[in-house]
């Protein structure tokens, strides 16, 4: 039942196609009047006490139709990107993008300067020795490539992330110890705060909770 202060006060109108929030991500979530949808909802968050039920969560969640979905563990689990429908990353094209341009970057830079800027006639060979300038090449093709895969990795990890909603939730803290965590946002097509509440409940975690930004 809700609590006296999420009642409406006089003039206040709800609309009826709002749906229902928890006053806050501190406690579970439990059956109460309909409310808006607050603008700080980051969307629902399902606890579990082991890898195996997270996973199969995170299955049933995927045939479901849900998308923004994600998935929190102490340690990497490899089914668990499989469940949730993460199969491809943008991370190999950024490494290729960022070799190619160092490669074509260091030969050019030796171009430029062998032909135009420092012309020297050593042993009557061309100004464009191309096999000279293939040890910078591949050296700056490495380098390049090396640095698009750090940078590419934390622009696509959105990192450094000192904060993010899912850490208001009360047991997140337990997410680098031994709890499992499986996270259905708000802005996913098929989000309906109702439906995946009981959606969720309905995999039998341990608890639900709304988490808020």
């Known amino acids: 039942m809700a609590d006296e202060k999420d009642k409406p006060r006089s003039g206040e109108r709800y609309n009826r196609n709002d749906t229902d929030i928890s006053a806050s991500p501190r406690h579970p979530i439990s059956a109460s009047p309909r409310r808006p949808v607050s603008p700080s909802l980051y969307g629902v968050m399902a606890e579990f006490d082991n890898p195996s039920h997270l996973v199969a969560a995170a299955r049933r969640t995927y045939e479901a ?28 094209i950024i490494v290729l993008i960022g070799g190619i341009i160092g490669g074509l970057g260091g030969f050019l830079m030796q171009y430029y ?3 135009f800027e420092y012309p020297l006639n050593v042993g009557g060979k061309p100004f464009n020795s191309w096999p ?13 490539a090396a640095l698009a895969a750090v940078f590419g990795m934390l622009a696509l990890n959105k990192l450094p992330q000192p904060y993010h909603p899912v850490f208001n939730a009360p047991n997140f803290k337990l997410a680098t110890r031994d709890h499992f965590f499986l996270v259905i946002a708000a802005n996913d ?19 639900v909770t709304d988490v808020e930004v």
């Open 113 to 115: 300067l062998s032909v």
């Open 189 to 207: 097509p098929h989000y309906d705060h109702d439906e995946v509440v009981e959606f969720l409940k309905s995999l039998e975690p341990k608890e």
């Open 132 to 144: 000279a300038f293939i040890p910078i090449t591949f050296e700056t093709t490495i380098l390049c």
């Open 65 to 92: 139709g849900y998308r923004r979905i994600n998935g929190y563990s102490p340690y990497p689990i490899e089914e668990l990107w499989e469940a949730i429908g993460f199969h491809r990353t943008g991370l190999p």
